[in-house]
């Protein structure tokens, strides 16, 4: 019965996500109609131009990337999260466990108050928080291998405390700023946002997201059994040392890949992952899909209301998923029926 589920729900899922992209498009500090929006899609397919360049200019140069990048970071948080549930086998997990999202903000804030990387230009930004979420997973790796190994609790409680630490260090850079704007710009980054998005910046976290999906999907029969327990797996001739050290190393970077182009966009990879087992269930093969499009069909949904909730200014789209995110993860969790790794 579940694999029927999955085969209507991930077609299902799909269309819903081609449609909200579409109809986002539309929206922003000026609203435009959907057939317009879909006229200026057709004329680039073709590979022509629109005849109106002012509508073609904001609908396929602003807003169709940032609409694209919506869907990727969606994606990738929500894969992220399911992954990370499975590895720590705690269902309270989210990308961020690692304290990658704190270890960018470290870096973000470098950036913003040192002018650290300012010969990278444009992805200047970009490349501190990727460095700092970088590094930030490397030494929770390193503290949690030189105590044991990457046992889940470890894990937990390693990236907890030097999230903290991470979070600490970065207000301390934001204290001692001269730049009047820099505590603002750092918060703003922190809480989210996509109006950076240019075509310039789709390929490589879609590459990212794309390649890490792949392999998620190549292990998902030893991640099955890696959510039953570690004993088990073991007993079944899967090595889970090196599995939970495979994907400690992929989550780190795909993680920090998606907060180096969006910032630190809470509760997607936390809630999506507990809607998705409840529509298709537990097995990982079906899952981690149907985390996919999702989280892609809820971030472009978010960061399109964020665009007209308080026009013609725009709120952080992080700020949004948390107002979601929070009163739909209790409303899921008291189903009665729902529990960790069952639906």
């Not at 990727?72 to 989210?94: E, S, Y």
């Not at 007993?235 to 599995?243: K, N």
């Amino acid at each position: 019965m579940r694999r029927a589920r999955a085969s209507i729900a991930l077609p299902v899922i799909g269309i819903v996500l081609i449609a909200a992209m579409v109809v986002a498009t539309g929206f922003g500090a000026e609203n435009i109609p959907v057939r317009d929006v879909v006229g200026v899609l057709v004329h680039r397919l073709r590979g022509g131009v629109s005849a109106d360049l002012g509508l073609d200019t904001i609908v396929w140069q602003l807003r169709v990337p940032r609409t694209i990048l919506a869907a990727i970071v969606g994606a990738g948080l929500a894969v992220a999260g399911a992954a990370m549930q499975t590895l720590v086998r705690n269902p309270l997990a989210d990308p961020y466990l690692l304290g990658v999202s704190s270890g960018a903000g470290v870096g973000a804030a470098a950036v913003i108050t040192s002018g650290l990387f300012a010969g990278a230009g444009l992805w200047a930004l970009s490349a501190g928080a990727l460095a700092g979420a970088l590094a930030a997973a490397a030494a929770v790796f390193l503290i949690a291998m030189a105590q044991g190994g990457l046992t889940p609790l470890r894990l937990v409680l390693t990236g907890t405390v030097l999230g903290s630490a991470f979070a600490a260090f970065s207000s301390y850079l934001i204290f001692r700023s001269s730049e009047p704007s820099a505590a603002q710009s750092v918060l703003f980054w922190l809480l989210g946002s996509l109006s950076g998005a240019d075509w310039t910046r789709i390929l490589f976290p879609a590459s990212v997201v794309a390649a890490s999906l792949i392999a998620l999907l190549l292990a998902a029969n030893w991640l099955d059994v890696l959510n039953v327990g570690p004993d088990t797996a073991a007993s079944l001739g899967i090595p889970v040392r090196e599995l939970r050290i495979a994907l400690f190393i992929l989550l780190a970077v795909l993680v920090g890949v998606l907060v180096a182009v969006s910032g630190g966009i809470g509760f997607v990879g936390l809630v999506v992952p507990h809607a998705a087992r409840l529509v298709v269930g537990p097995r990982h093969r079906a899952l981690l899909p149907a985390s996919a499009l999702c989280g892609a069909a809820f971030l472009v949904i978010a960061d399109a209301a964020t665009r007209v909730l308080v026009r013609p200014t725009e709120i952080p789209v992080g700020v949004l998923t948390g107002l979601i995110g929070a009163p739909a993860f209790l409303l899921l969790m008291g189903r009665r029926r729902y529990s960790f790794g069952a639906a």
